[in-house]
């Protein structure tokens, strides 16, 4: 249990809905962590700097503003930004990093100077499982990201970082496909990156080195469902990288079927962990954070382990 006391910090999550949000079982695990790792070397916790807790917070849209403005007038440490606040926030914080301003979207935000400073994890999230388990030189590998959505712009980003030299996007929406390909012209990743349409799909199949699932199909409870047919996935290379960005089932109907030719899979799990790991050392200001607390926190609390 996180101890509460009068001094305790404050850290959270925005959304709406919010009260899905595994944030706050994961981020909770973490903090209790570090309070029990310290508190057996020092019994004063507060003094220490780590006496905070993770709380989730409804807000409106309509909300949005004021909400911030009170953060910062209750002394909020810094908190995460998920559905639907993910662009809205982006105009109510001080500064923007360079990462967060190439996706277009902020899903962590901290207090730095008395000023909000957000950025954007799931980039961190989405490589961290590639870079660990499968250390590789990408510059001559190709990527084919499914979906065009938020997700989607990370995994660019992503790719992008990894050095990716073909990134391949494939959505079902020419107009959202197009608006998606515009939105990185001012960016180096519009030249390694081509939209396509669901249709071309077949052609590129066999070249993808790394293919991710950035769509909901087949999340829970729809499990039998996946964005590609046996007859397509059968094309995928030996030894390409199958990522599906869902965590629920573990693993998905595309996963299950992309292992079965022979691809390495990796899904969300990590992604989710990685991405909070990553806010958590941004507001703790510090490097080492309780990794494992924070996987097998998420792996019960999903019953998966
Ligand atoms: P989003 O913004 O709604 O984007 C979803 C994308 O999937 C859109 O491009 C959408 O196309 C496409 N899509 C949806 N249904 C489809 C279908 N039947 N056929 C083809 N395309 C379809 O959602 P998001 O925020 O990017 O999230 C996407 C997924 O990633 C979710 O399952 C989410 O849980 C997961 N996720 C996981 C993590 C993690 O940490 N592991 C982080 C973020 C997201 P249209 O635009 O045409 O509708």
Redesign the pocket.
């Known amino acids: 249990m996180v101890l509460i006391t009068g001094k305790t910090k404050l850290l959270g999550v925005i959304g709406h809905p919010v009260e899905h949000s595994l944030s706050p079982v994961m981020h909770n695990a973490a903090l209790a962590q570090l309070v029990v790792g310290e508190a057996s070397r020092r019994e004063d916790i507060a003094h220490l700097g780590l006496d905070y807790v993770y709380l989730p917070f409804p807000i409106a849209p309509e909300n949005l503003e004021i909400a911030i403005a009170g953060f910062a007038a209750i002394g909020v440490i810094g908190f995460n930004v998920t ?1 639907p606040h993910k662009q809205a926030i982006m105009p109510l914080v001080s500064e923007i990093t360079p990462l967060a301003q190439a996706i277009g979207a902020v899903n962590t935000v901290s207090r730095q100077n008395n000023q909000w400073v957000g950025t954007n994890t ?1 980039i961190e ?1 989405f490589i961290a499982p590639l870079q660990t388990t499968y250390q590789q030189d990408w510059s001559q590998k190709v990527a084919v990201i499914l ?6 712009r990370a995994v660019v980003a992503g790719c992008h970082q990894l050095g990716f030299a073909k990134i391949h996007v494939v ?3 020419v107009q ?1 496909l197009q608006e998606f390909a515009n939105s990185w012209n001012n960016s180096p990743i519009s030249e390694n990156l081509q939209v396509h349409h ?1 249709e071309e799909l077949p052609k590129l199949i066999p070249q993808a080195n790394l293919l991710v699932n ?4 087949g ?1 829970y409870p729809k499990v039998d469902e996946s ?1 590609l047919s046996v007859e397509e996935i059968a094309n995928l290379p030996k030894g390409a990288i199958a990522y599906d ?3 629920i089932p573990k693993p998905t109907q595309f996963l299950k079927q992309a292992e079965k030719q022979g691809a390495i899979a990796i899904d ?1 799990l990590e ?2 962990v990685q ?1 909070g790991v990553a806010a958590l050392k941004i507001w703790l200001q510090q490097e080492i954070v309780p990794v494992e607390v924070m996987r097998q926190t998420l792996q019960n609390h999903l019953g998966l382990s």
């Open positions: 559905i799931d999230g979906g065009n959505g938020g997700a989607a959505g079902r929406n959202r669901w950035t769509t909901p199909i999340m964005p960005l869902i965590y969300g992604m989710l991405q």
